[in-house]
């Protein structure tokens, strides 16, 4: 199908392969819309947020527009290892996440790297047509008009340790492009007190919006290095940490959760 979008606008971004002329396109698309996939996996349980403990295939695509100096998915984000990404098309994504599920309808978590920069509305269409539900983990650094589409959108704005910084436009603008249909939750992740005072900053943003505060992993994993070390005690005084930070602040409707995962099964990827 044709994407028939203006030059520059966001909501497309990522899903235009026509040439571009002066905003006009001078290639008609003649094949279908590719997604960048790094890895699909699951059934496993979704160890963050809001949806934690459910049951749930995992669809991480490659490639994006951040580099979080924590960042635990390195291998879905340095170009260094986009051999691996495979281009795929919907129904190729489709047919791997009905296999691993046994044809059961669950729920999908669309993370990667960014998935905000790929051509998801099919899939999500796709999936819908047969019973599955599907969430999205971003950024809130790309909006997308099929955010509408979605059933749980977790936007994580990125706090100071993550040396990125947050356009609180865009930001506004994934908002909007979600409005209706999804639940939408906010995710932070707390490395420090900068951290600390920047989610309760984004809360007070978006009141309307549920928290969940996440303790940063500071051992995440090295993609080069097959030892999945994670230090789980740093994890746990991180957890009680957090935990004291919002009692202290009166934060009562922040909820604060471990990665279930990293606990469960350390960095470990496909998990
Ligand atoms: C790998 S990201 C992919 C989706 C999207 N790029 C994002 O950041 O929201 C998925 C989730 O993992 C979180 N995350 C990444 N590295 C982490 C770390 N070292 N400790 C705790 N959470 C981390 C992100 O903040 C995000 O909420
Ligand atoms: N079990 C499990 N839960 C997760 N929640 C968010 C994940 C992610 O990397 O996006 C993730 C993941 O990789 N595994
Ligand atoms: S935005 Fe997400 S995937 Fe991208 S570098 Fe940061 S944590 Fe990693
Ligand atoms: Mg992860």
Redesign the pocket.
């Known amino acids: 199908m044709v994407q028939g979008t203006a030059a520059g606008d966001l909501s497309r971004a990522g899903e235009r392969d026509d040439k571009d002329l002066g905003g006009v396109p001078a290639v008609t698309r003649s094949r279908p819309l590719e997604i960048r996939v790094s890895e699909i996996?699951?059934p496993?349980?979704?160890?963050?947020?809001v949806l934690i403990g459910l049951p749930?295939v995992?669809v991480?695509t490659g490639g994006c527009d951040f580099r979080c100096s924590w960042c635990?998915?390195l291998h879905a984000v340095d170009s260094r290892y986009r051999d691996e990404w495979r281009p795929m098309s919907t129904e190729e994504v489709w047919r791997e996440v009905k296999n691993l599920s046994g044809d059961k309808p669950l729920m999908v978590?669309l993370?990667?790297g960014n998935p905000a920069i790929q051509p998801l509305g099919e899939l999500i269409a796709r999936g819908h047509g047969e019973g599955y539900r599907f969430a999205l983990?971003t950024q809130g650094s790309v909006a997308k008009d099929w955010f509408a589409d979605l059933d749980v959108l977790v936007f994580s704005p990125k706090p100071p340790s993550s040396g990125m910084g947050t356009d609180w436009r865009t930001l506004d603008a994934c908002l909007e492009m979600a409005a209706g249909k999804p639940q939408i939750v906010l995710k932070m992740i707390v490395f420090d007190n900068a951290d600390f005072a920047y989610a309760k900053d984004v809360a007070a943003r978006y009141p309307h919006l549920p928290v969940y505060l996440q303790p940063g992993n500071h051992t995440p994993p090295s993609p080069d290095v097959e030892d999945d070390f994670v230090d789980i005690d740093g994890l746990m005084e991180r957890m009680q940490w957090l935990i004291d930070k919002v009692v202290e602040a009166k934060w009562f409707e922040a909820r604060v959760l471990p990665?279930?995962?990293v606990m469960l099964?350390g960095n470990r990827?496909g998990?």
Not at 44 to 49: K, N, R
């Open positions: 996996f699951g496993t349980i979704q160890g963050e947020g749930t995992f991480r635990d998915s978590s993370s990667g983990e990665q279930l995962h099964w990827r998990v």
